[in-house]
T-cell receptor
Framework: SAVISQKPSRDICQRGTSLTIQCQVD?????MFWYRQQPGQSLTLIAT?????????ESGFVIDKFPISRPNLTFSTLTVSNMSPEDSSIYLC????????FGPGTRLTVL | AQKITQTQPGMFVQEKEAVTLDCTYD???????LFWYKQPSSGEMIFLIY??????QNATEGRYSLNFQKARKSANLVISASQLGDSAMYFC??????????????FGQGTRLTINP
């Protein structure tokens, strides 16, 4: 089983600023996934991060708003740019290594 | 396109009773995987159980079992002898490939389970 850590675990940010979320996995994985969970909602995939290539974004999500880095097979970052209160969500990274493991999530509040 | 439906927004169950959480899915791919996750108020996603589309037997993990009815495209989660700590949101999810790491997960809307003492 994969162990995934995320930083920060939570943050409160001002409108217009950006936040970078880090995701670290204890083993090498081909794909890492970033999900968003808005309050009271289910999880929605933002993008798939592949090492050595650009991330693949889902409909409704763009690179300018959610730039992603994947410098190696164990690490990825998601940046939430120019934040607004609508970006207040839990952001989770995941690796589908057999059983679909998730990091503990980053709870973001934008004021 | 894949779709996951959870028709029970909320359920209330007495402690120690068994509970069944419903999940139906739709896919045209013969190879897929079905997952159940528990999300307590802390927000973390806890993996509970997995069923592959070609698995012959229903998956079981401790008090959790998956009632997989392929022809009906349903994958209900059964929790036996419920405990107060089972109170949480439960999500059903599907991956449309059996290749590990190959595909994303699509989630249902979730069911909020409350266990009453």
């Amino acid at each position: 089983s994969a162990v995934i850590s995320q930083k920060p675990s939570r943050d409160i940010c001002q409108r217009g600023t950006s936040l970078t979320i880090q995701c670290q996995v204890d083993s090498q994985v081909t794909m890492m996934f970033w999900y968003r969970q808005q309050p009271g909602q289910s999880l929605t995939l933002i993008a798939t991060a592949n090492q050595g290539s650009e991330a693949t974004y889902e409909s409704g999500f763009v690179i300018d708003k959610f730039p992603i880095s994947r410098p190696n097979l164990t690490f990825s970052t998601l940046t939430v740019s120019n934040m607004s209160p609508e970006d207040s969500s839990i952001y989770l990274c995941s690796v589908v290594a057999g059983e679909g493991f998730f990091g503990p999530g980053t709870r973001l509040t934008v004021l | 396109a894949q779709k996951i439906t959870q028709t029970q927004p909320g359920m209330f169950v007495q402690e120690k009773e068994a509970v069944t959480l419903d999940c139906t899915y739709d896919t045209s791919d013969p190879s897929y995987g079905l997952f159940w996750y528990k999300q307590p108020s802390s927000g973390e996603m806890i993996f509970l159980i997995y069923q592959g589309s070609y698995d012959q037997q229903n998956a079981t993990e401790g008090r959790y079992s998956l009632n997989f009815q392929k022809a009906r495209k349903s994958a209900n989660l059964v929790i036996s002898a419920s405990q107060l700590g089972d109170s949480a949101m439960y999500f059903c999810a599907m991956r449309d490939s059996l290749i590990q790491g190959a595909q994303k997960l699509v989630f249902g809307q979730g069911t909020r389970l409350t266990i009453n003492p």
